[in-house]
């Protein structure tokens, strides 16, 4: 008798199983049969949640795959992306028996069943994405959608670091109009595999490429209740190639080039001109260059300021190549130097740049000293005497000695203007020296602004390549 009972409980159990899993009644295992009853039980009720009760929220499972980065616009802060996104949810109280109608799998029209209202939240176009008319419906219940999406969405990039730059852009994925408490979004697979499975089908090989992806789920509090949300951030990095070989390394070329021009005597070379040329072509450089570099209001790129103190400091040198040169043509018609002047270039600034100040004092006398007036005055004695006696030589009249005293005073004062003008008087010594500091000084600074240049970009570079997170 116990062992009938328990026969019989078991007969009930799987009579209920068998009722719940074969919910539909085919009335044949053709599609005619399958769609039949799909029309009556399921496709009628297309209006409806697909739950049980009101109270039960409708688990929405969502996978994303990125197939292709079609380009980021830096002004206008947006990332177009082409994504598959595949949605899972299953219909309470739908099933079929597989035997009885032919298949476990059968496509029906997205028009036929209440689909959930997933939106990505960063949307900014409209949708032009390739329509999917069908989605799959398993004889479980479960309802798999999958619909590719070229997805026009905003993010705040970051361009300082440019061209090394790595953006960090995010995707929502949420319902448009229902709460927590009717749909709830879940996670299918893991950001690893979602980023695996990308790196496997990414189609572009432009100038972005796809660094990691990471998924977090949110949820979003408003004053009449919380929407359930899927978070993924996008990482992408930006190939820098392009713009190290037609941006960086031209306008270094160009930087060291005037760097090499200090090495130009300026007082046999004409400095300017060659300085001029290349700020010249510098700027045809950047003209030439400028669709290259981005355009956006947020902030500077770090590269732009580069060209920008490039540009500053070719300018700079062609002033200072323009004071050396008057310097060296015009120092003698200059007043004496200012001493706080002389103090801070000649004992501090010249100590700086290797170059210590040369303590020559120059005294110049426009007054020929007595010994020289007096060895210089021909007396007629001394005119006497190189006959060797008055008998031979008849001694000079006075305005003959008066001519000659005023021929060797005349002489005496052209030797030392010519002595003044090859040796330069104390100011104009001190101009020159001014000169040659500041041209050392320029020259310093064009080789610390190199080195510190090339080491940023290195460094900048070597840290967006070891980028992962």
């Known amino acids: 008798m ?44 297309k209006l409806l949640r697909p739950v049980k009760h009101f109270s039960h929220p409708l688990n929405v499972s969502i996978d994303m795959t990125v197939v292709g980065l079609l380009g980021v616009a830096e002004k206008a802060q947006s990332l177009t992306t082409f994504i598959w996104q595949v949605l899972e949810w299953h219909i309470e109280g739908l099933s079929w028996d597989e035997e009885e109608c032919g298949t476990s799998r059968v496509s029906v029209p997205r ?76 996670i299918g697979t893991t950001a690893t595999e979602a980023l695996n499975e990308s790196k496997s089908v990414i189609q572009t090989k432009g100038e972005w490429e796809l660094v990691n992806i990471q998924a977090v789920p949110t949820n979003l509090d408003i004053t009449d209740g919380s929407y359930s949300e899927i978070k993924y951030y996008i990482i992408i990095r930006r190939r820098p190639i392009l713009y190290v070989v037609n941006l960086i390394m031209p306008s270094c070329f160009l930087i060291t080039v005037d760097l090499f021009s200090f090495l130009l005597p300026p007082q046999s070379v004409d400095r300017s001109s060659f300085k001029m040329t290349l700020i010249l072509g510098y700027t045809v450089f950047l003209l030439i260059m400028n669709d290259l570099l981005p355009v956006t209001g947020n902030e500077t790129p770090l590269l732009n300021v580069f060209f920008s103190l490039s540009l500053a400091l070719m300018v700079a040198s062609l002033l200072e ?24 270039v000649l004992q501090y600034i010249a100590v700086i740049v290797c170059l210590p100040p040369k303590k020559n004092r120059i005294t110049v006398s426009l007054r020929p000293s007595t010994r020289a007036v007096s060895a210089n005055i021909i007396s007629s004695r001394d005119l006497q005497g190189v006959g060797g006696g008055a008998d031979t030589v008849k001694p000079p009249t006075e305005p003959a000695l008066d001519e000659l005293r005023k021929l060797s005073r005349d002489l005496m004062a052209i030797r030392l203007q010519m002595e003044n003008h090859f040796r330069g008087s104390k100011t104009s010594q001190e101009w020159h020296m001014i000169g040659i500091v500041i041209d050392r000084l320029l020259f310093g600074l064009y080789i610390v602004f190199i080195t510190v240049s090339i080491i940023t970009m290195l460094c900048v570079w070597v840290n967006s390549d070891t980028y992962e997170n």
């Not at 989605?135 to 993010?155: A, E, M, Q």
């Not at 670091?161 to 009717?182: A, G, I, K, R």
């Open 111 to 186: 028009e036929k069943l209440w689909v959930p209202d997933i939106q990505i939240a960063e949307f900014m176009d409209e949708d032009k994405s390739p329509k999917t008319p069908y989605v799959y419906l398993y004889n479980t219940g479960r309802v798999y959608d999958d619909k590719p999406i070229r997805v026009v969405s905003s993010c705040r990039l970051v361009i300082y670091t440019f061209p090394f730059d790595v953006q960090n852009c995010s995707l929502t994925f949420e319902s448009y109009l229902h709460f927590q408490n009717d749909i709830r979004m879940t």
């Open 2 to 45: 116990k062992a009938i009972k328990t026969a019989g409980i078991i007969f009930i159990c799987f009579s209920l199983l068998h009722g719940f899993v074969a919910s539909l009644n085919c009335t044949s295992p053709t599609p005619e049969g399958l769609f039949d009853a799909l029309e009556k039980e399921l496709f009628s009720k």
């Open 321 to 344: 190549t323009v004071f050396i040169t008057n310097i060296q043509f015009s120092s003698s018609q200059y007043s004496e130097v200012p001493h706080w002047l002389s103090v801070l």
